[in-house]
């Protein structure tokens, strides 16, 4: 790092040259495609303006086969975004919509444990799509709270990268100029989980406050509960990534071996010390996602009860709400009437994450609304 | 069984004019001589298999199973794909020692001691994946429901995966009761020839057995027991296998169609693996006088029914997502055809519809090197739609931003490689311990099913049919002939 008179450190670099290195060629790391949403574009051959995302979808091409199918990428009941101009009719769209899912959804055998949630509390979520701006810093918080393992790039590029929550990332409008939408996706905590009933030991259960919680003891790692997972936020501990039970060959070479002592980058004891004591470290084998920060709302909860009183939304916070810049993360307990949660889902941009699938999540997004002429660049 | 004049229209099921004692000689004999090279030969092939399959099983338990390439989105590859597969390959036994018994079709005393040993034979290598795929072995009897200091602490009897422990632990069991039982009559034939070390080995897997009207009673009884408790089996094993993926959520695997599609294609491999083992059994051990052209014909047959079964499933798969107007199902269904796994989509449509059709031509169902490649053709066929509904599906699903592709790492291949080294390894070790032909079930039909007993009528019949010199005009029977 350069550095002036003072000591102060520069950022900037002065007589720099394009090196013989461009173009080349060389792979790279990332955790997500860049995939779009409702991306449109010019049709070569009439000119007319399609959905420009089949063309992503399509490998194989069997004569006239080739168009996809409108819609594909298109309608997919994940982001939800609306034009100021035309919000209104949006909302009453949405709002015929989410109703038509929810009386389909009551029609089961099962009386469901809608009672034993309305008692006590009732953890829940809200994610203002508006505020988000993609900054990566929840992800950030929630991996340092939570010893979420942090794999490098080999086991990156493979696709075991283990953040809990994560920023997905939609590109929608004119394919030469689009548009991104960002949506922070962590364990939705259903309140009718297809990861809880597969799992054939029970490690992953629900509990009376609606957390979807892990036992980490009990699970074998069968991996069935990511697989029946549709938000695909579950993660497997493929390789000893924590130093969690210290076989060296467990130990996956990260390229991060601590000086001369040889020790694996994870078992030096001062590198361990990044380690959060309130949540356990996960041994390799065993499944792990977002547990909605419960060692703060045991903390919380604590806390109320020494000073004898009720709980208060100051008194649980996730890691990834106190992370958010733009405060678009709200979590806590929607049974209290007089909490910001409970405000907040009464918004009527709000929808659930594929509602339709009868997982009755607890985390609510809040639709996107764009206020910018078409064409207007940021 | 046995019981009831045989049709004369009926091809024989033994030929060589046969005698009892020629049938034990024939049948014993391969117990009996010294391996063969080509026996050998296979042997040490198989052993190599089955050793690399062992390394590879002892890398993924050492190390994790991070040495497989499967990834936060595709948590299911080769190795559930191999378990569907190899418990598919487990179904023809059963079927043919059980539903064909109360179908009373005599052909199957032909190949069902092969074909059971072999059903389980596969139900361990299939066994084996739900086994090895976990990522904590050691704590695998989680699983089993125990009473327990944990609380006690039950399994969930929600799971699928919980309903396949109990599913093919039960049609284990009593495949190998069934085979056994079988086989109790033959090991004491081979230990009454048999000499020093051999007879007493043969005295004991005989369990005393002398050849008394009661103790035929009570075999026969036993085997009929077996028989009802196995032929549900054969249609619920393969059920409870695909609620593996019926009872989830995820488009592509959510779908009521799969138990009877998932039975029919189990007994379409199985009877696919059963023609591959019997056409080169046969050849090796000289045993066309009793596993015939008629026998592999019959086979040949349930493999067009079975393979037809199954396209009619590929294609209403194809028309419910399109017909559901559902979004992700017919992302799923259009992803599996052309996205980029369309070769394994593409591959399971030639192999398992189309290359079967060619059986409806009798000539090529008589044809044993077709039936060969055939029979390869459709276990490929059938490996690619297991890899086709676990992978491909898996890849994309609801949301965009998991997608994921999936590649094998040498490790899963290896796996793999490994469990066909153990089955073809047991296999091989079978057909030197034990009759490879049911010698008592032979012996069972040689009056009504022998060539020497239909004799007069054979030659106005199925000789000059199959010969083709002879327009036949008995009521009922099919007057279109090929020739060879």
């Known amino acids: 790092m350069k550095t002036d008179a003072d000591g102060l450190v520069q950022y900037y670099a002065t007589g720099v040259t394009v090196s013989g290195k461009q173009g080349e060629e060389d792979y790279f790391s990332c955790v997500q495609y860049h995939h779009t949403m409702g991306v449109t574009g010019q049709d070569s051959l009439t000119k007319e303006t399609i959905n420009a995302d089949e063309a992503a979808t399509v490998y194989m091409t069997y004569g006239l086969v080739r168009q996809g199918f409108q819609g594909s990428l298109v309608n997919r009941t994940i982001i939800r975004k609306s034009h100021l101009d035309h919000v209104e009719d949006f909302v009453k769209d949405l709002q015929e919509e989410r109703h038509h899912h929810q009386e389909l959804n009551k029609k089961q055998i099962y009386p469901g444990h809608d009672e034993t949630y309305a008692r006590g509390h009732h953890w829940g979520m809200h994610v203002d799509l508006n505020a988000c701006i993609g900054c990566g810093a929840c ?220 997982t009755r999540s607890a985390v609510n997004y809040q639709a996107r609304v764009i206020n910018k002429a078409e064409g207007v660049d940021a | 069984m046995g019981s009831g004049p045989t049709s004369p229209i009926r091809e024989p099921l033994v030929k060589g004019n046969k005698t009892y004692h020629q049938i034990t000689e024939d049948l014993c004999s391969p117990t009996e001589r010294a391996p063969s090279k080509a026996w050998t030969l296979a042997f040490i092939v198989a052993l190599t298999a089955l050793t690399f399959g062992v390394i590879c099983i002892i890398i993924t338990i050492w190390v994790g199973i991070g040495t497989w390439r499967l990834n936060r989105t595709i948590g299911w590859g080769w190795d559930i794909t191999n378990f569907v597969w190899w418990i598919g390959i487990g179904h023809a036994g059963t079927l043919i020692s059980a539903i064909l018994l109360l179908f009373r079709q005599k052909w199957r005393t032909g190949v069902n001691r092969a074909a059971e040993a072999m059903t389980i034979f596969a139900v361990i290598c299939a066994a084996l994946f739900p086994m090895i795929h976990v990522g904590r072995i050691w704590v695998v009897f989680y699983f089993f429901p125990y009473p327990n200091t944990r609380g006690p602490l039950w399994p969930n009897f929600n799971s699928p995966l919980l309903w396949d422990l109990f599913a093919i632990s039960t049609y284990f069991t009593v495949s190998l009761l069934f085979w056994y039982t079988g086989l109790v009559p033959d090991f004491a034939t081979v230990r009454d020839r048999a000499k020093g070390f051999r007879k007493k080995m043969y005295t004991f897997l005989a369990f005393g057995w002398t050849g008394a009207a009661k103790h035929w009673q009570r075999h026969e009884a036993l085997s009929l027991v077996l028989a009802g408790l196995a032929t549900p089996l054969v249609l619920s094993v393969h059920t409870i296998v695909s609620f593996d993926f019926a009872t989830s959520v995820i488009p592509g695997w959510h779908t009521t169609i799969f138990p009877p599609y998932f039975v029919a294609g ?170 490879v032909v049911a010698i008592a079930e032979i012996k069972h039909i040689l009056k009504s099913a022998g060539d020497q007993y239909s004799k007069p009528n054979a030659k106005t019949t199925f000789q000059q049919v199959e010969s083709g010199s002879m327009e036949l005009e008995v009521a009922g029977h099919d007057t279109h002939h090929d020739h060879h």
């Open chain 1, 139 to 358: 992800t950030v918080a929630c991996m340092a709270e939570n010893n979420v393992p942090v794999v490098g790039k080999r086991e990156m590029s493979r696709h075991h990268e283990m953040a809990w929550l994560r920023i997905d990332r939609y590109f929608y409008g004119d394919v030469n100029n689009p548009s991104a939408v960002y949506q922070p996706l962590m364990c939705q905590h259903c309140n009718n989980a297809p990861c809880e009933n597969v799992c054939p030991v029970n490690a992953t259960n629900h509990s009376s406050e609606g957390l979807n919680q892990m036992a980490y003891n009990r699970c074998v790692g069968t991996r069935y509960c990511a697989n029946n997972c549709p938000y695909k936020v579950r993660r497997f501990n493929w390789l000893d990534y924590n130093a969690a039970d210290l076989w060296p060959i467990n130990e996956p070479d990260l390229g991060l071996k601590s000086g001369s002592d040889d020790v694996p980058y994870g078992a030096d004891n001062l590198t361990r010390m990044v380690l959060n004591p309130d949540v356990t470290v996960r041994s390799r084998g065993v499944i792990e996602k977002c547990s909605f920060c419960v060692q703060r709302i045991q903390e919380g909860k604590l806390r109320a009860k020494t000073e004898q009183r009720l709980l208060r939304d100051a008194d649980v916070k996730t890691a990834c709400q106190t992370a958010c810049p733009t405060g678009a993360i709200t979590f806590g307990d929607m049974n209290n009437e007089e909490g910001e949660l409970t405000k907040k889902l009464a918004s009527p941009l709000n929808y659930i994450v594929l509602e339709e699938v009868n």
């Open chain 2, 266 to 435: 189990a007994i379409f491999s199985g009877f696919a693996m059963v023609q591959t083992l019997m056409v080169i059994t046969r050849k090796v051990l000289n045993l066309q006088d009793y596993i015939t052209l008629g026998h592999i014909e019959s086979m040949n047959k349930v493999i067009l029914v079975t393979g037809t079964i199954v396209g009619v499933a590929y294609l209403t798969e194809l028309f419910i997502a399109w017909y559901s107007g559902y979004i992700y199902e017919q992302f799923a269904f259009f992803n599996r055809a052309l996205g980029p796994y369309w070769w394994s989509y593409f591959g399971m449509m030639t192999c398992n519809v189309l290359s079967p059709q060619l059986f409806w031509s009798k000539k090529i169902r008589r044809n044993v090197t077709m039936t060969f490649f055939m029979s390869i053709f459709v276990n490929i066929g059938m490996w690619f739609e297991r890899f086709v509904i676990i992978a491909t599906t898996l890849a994309r699903d609801y949301l965009p931003s998991s997608w994921s592709f999936y590649v094998p790492s040498i490790v899963e291949v290896g796996i793999y490689i490994g469990t066909l080294g153990i089955f073809f390894t047991f296999y091989l070790i079978f057909v030197r311990v034990a009759p």
